[in-house]
């Protein structure tokens, strides 16, 4: 179920909404509205990331900490799609094999997934070559 932004701001749409899930996805949506990442540990990723002159404020890890829920959100929700194309059970655990097809699922709308260095394991040559793998 895609709740938008603006649905999450007009009451009486979440009244509907809520009063149509099931208690699982009542349950999924709460941990998702509670759960954040760690600005500081954010801000750490950031600092390592960006060049020795750029900024990190807590606005800027605020920011980016959101983009990552989002994505995060997206990615688990193409992940569960891709679990009932193939036939899992609503109360499964989401595997590996599902998060790999969701980021490629993302990734051929042009939602960028990852950065480049992880792109070739997702669609492009295998990351160790047979030699590799026997020597």
């Known amino acids: ?8 701001r007009d009451p009486e749409k979440m009244r509907q909404i809520l009063a149509r899930m099931t208690p699982g996805e009542e349950d999924r949506f709460e941990h998702y509205r509670r759960s954040r990442f760690n600005r500081t540990g954010i801000s750490q990723i950031m600092r390592r990331s960006l060049a020795d002159d750029a ?5 800027s890890a605020v920011v980016v900490a959101a983009l990552a829920k989002m ?5 688990v929700s193409a992940a569960r799609a891709t679990r009932a194309a193939r036939g899992g059970e609503e109360g499964e655990p989401i595997g590996p094999a599902e998060f790999a097809a969701a980021a490629r699922t993302l990734q051929l709308q042009d ?9 070739p394991r997702l ?3 295998p990351v ?5 793998l026997l020597s």
């Open 128 to 132: 160790i070559t047979k030699g590799e």
């Open 55 to 59: 900024r990190v404020d807590e606005n």
């Open 111 to 119: 939602r960028p997934v990852v950065g480049d260095h992880k792109r």
């Open 1 to 8: 179920m895609d709740i938008s932004v603006e649905d999450e």
């Open 71 to 75: 994505f995060v959100g997206d990615l």
């Open 123 to 125: 669609n492009g040559p």
